[in-house]
């Protein structure tokens, strides 16, 4: 047990787990921001659109897409998914390929991606809590964009790529390599759900 336990964690913090997961996430979030897109055309033309994810009154696709919330620079948000995913698939296809990209290279991907979060993680409050309607694609650009964030923050402290104090990186290095980020994203994406959950219940279903 004890060593089917140690090769499940090398294989866990090797190149190919992490990389291989950042790319599977990062796909899923390429392919919700496409849907995204698309719907968002739809909306552009015709405002009164039926998408087919309006569900009832809290899953609602064209309640969150015809908000302000959901063109916040001008344009639709999922455009900014279209531009920013594939880069992040092409670093993961490249490392896993072999490249080992600059350190400042993938500190400027940490800081990019985590403004991305942030961003994600807003309008994911916009929609629960101001516009009042789940989108199920938008949910899904949430959790994947917290996994990318994720796998790249560990393959980022791994490496010691975020120019941390020696202390720091110490100390965040234990902490991946206690596997401790895995239960904390894991307890971040149940909590998650029950916010959702919470909030809105049976209107969920009804």
């Given at each position: 047990?004890?060593?089917?336990?140690t090769?499940?964690?090398?294989?866990?913090?090797?190149?190919?787990?992490?990389?291989?997961?950042?790319l599977?996430?990062?796909?899923?979030?390429?392919?919700?921001?496409?849907?995204?897109?698309?719907?968002?055309?739809?909306?552009?033309?015709?405002?009164?659109?039926?998408?087919?994810?309006?569900i009832n009154?809290?899953?609602s696709?064209?309640?969150?897409?015809?908000?302000?919330?959901?063109?916040?620079?001008?344009?639709?948000?999922?455009?900014?998914?279209?531009?920013?995913?594939?880069?992040?698939?092409?670093?993961?296809?490249?490392?896993?390929?072999?490249?080992?990209?600059?350190?400042?290279?993938?500190?400027?991907a940490?800081?990019?991606?985590?403004?991305?979060?942030?961003?994600?993680?807003?309008?994911?409050?916009?929609?629960?809590?101001?516009?009042?309607?789940?989108c199920?694609?938008?949910?899904?650009?949430?959790?994947?964009t917290?996994?990318?964030?994720?796998?790249?923050?560990?393959?980022?402290?791994?490496?010691?790529n975020?120019?941390l104090?020696?202390?720091?990186?110490?100390?965040?290095?234990?902490f991946i390599?206690?596997?401790?980020?895995?239960?904390?994203?894991?307890i971040?994406?149940?909590?998650?759900?029950?916010?959702?959950?919470?909030?809105?219940?049976?209107?969920?279903?009804s």
């Amino acid at each position: 047990m004890t060593v089917t336990l140690t090769r499940l964690r090398a294989v866990r913090h090797s190149t190919g787990w992490i990389y291989g997961t950042m790319l599977f996430s990062a796909c899923l979030s390429l392919l919700a921001s496409f849907v995204l897109s698309v719907d968002a055309v739809r909306l552009a033309a015709d405002p009164a659109a039926r998408l087919s994810c309006n569900i009832n009154a809290v899953i609602s696709c064209g309640t969150v897409g015809g908000s302000w919330q959901a063109q916040l620079f001008g344009f639709p948000n999922a455009f900014l998914g279209l531009v920013a995913e594939p880069v992040v698939i092409t670093i993961s296809v490249a490392a896993l390929g072999g490249v080992r990209f600059p350190r400042w290279f993938m500190f400027t991907a940490q800081v990019v991606y985590t403004l991305g979060v942030i961003f994600a993680y807003w309008l994911f409050y916009q929609s629960m809590f101001v516009i009042g309607a789940l989108c199920p694609w938008c949910l899904l650009v949430t959790v994947s964009t917290t996994l990318v964030f994720v796998t790249l923050t560990h393959v980022n402290v791994r490496d010691g790529n975020l120019y941390l104090p020696p202390r720091a990186q110490r100390s965040a290095r234990q902490f991946i390599d206690a596997d401790l980020d895995v239960m904390a994203v894991t307890i971040w994406i149940l909590a998650l759900v029950l916010v959702v959950v919470s909030k809105y219940g049976d209107s969920l279903l009804s």
